[in-house]
């Protein structure tokens, strides 16, 4: 499996998802963009880290997160040996994923404010 390789222009803000990784630098508002590693606040993780329930043949992913006009969950993405899931959600939206079970498989929650998070399912 492989993780998800983000990277962000500390000036702009952009974002973007490296998908072949050559450890070339990606410049961006003329500077190298940074590496987005997963947030490991252990005080903040219960609200961001996505949890998992195997039901049958699927994985049930959920977050325990608000999901307030300034402060919500933009996406939540599940990334397997060949396969990969993404899913927007907007504000008040429910921050929920369903996609086919697959153990070892990354999962990752987005939040606006304390950005990326990850996960693995055993
Ligand atoms: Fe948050």
């Not at 000036?11 to 990784?21: G, R, Y």
């Not at 993780?45 to 195997?54: A, G, L, R, T």
């Not at 039901?55 to 608000?66: A, Y």
Request: aromatic share 8%; charged share 25%.
């Amino acid at each position: 499996m492989s993780e998800l390789k983000l990277k962000r222009c500390l000036k702009c803000n952009n974002l973007v998802e490296v998908i072949n990784n050559s450890n070339s630098a990606i410049m961006c508002c003329k500077e190298v963009m940074q590496d987005v590693v997963p947030n490991q606040n252990l005080e903040i993780q219960e609200k961001h880290i996505p949890n998992y329930e195997k039901v049958g043949d699927k994985l049930i992913i959920t977050v325990k997160h608000v999901m307030e006009d300034d402060h919500y969950i933009e996406w939540l993405m599940v990334k397997g040996k060949n396969i990969t899931y993404k899913k927007h959600l907007l504000p008040h939206e429910e921050a929920i994923f369903e996609v086919p079970y697959e153990a070892g498989a990354y999962l990752y929650s987005y939040c606006n404010k304390h950005g990326l998070w990850q996960n693995e399912v055993k």
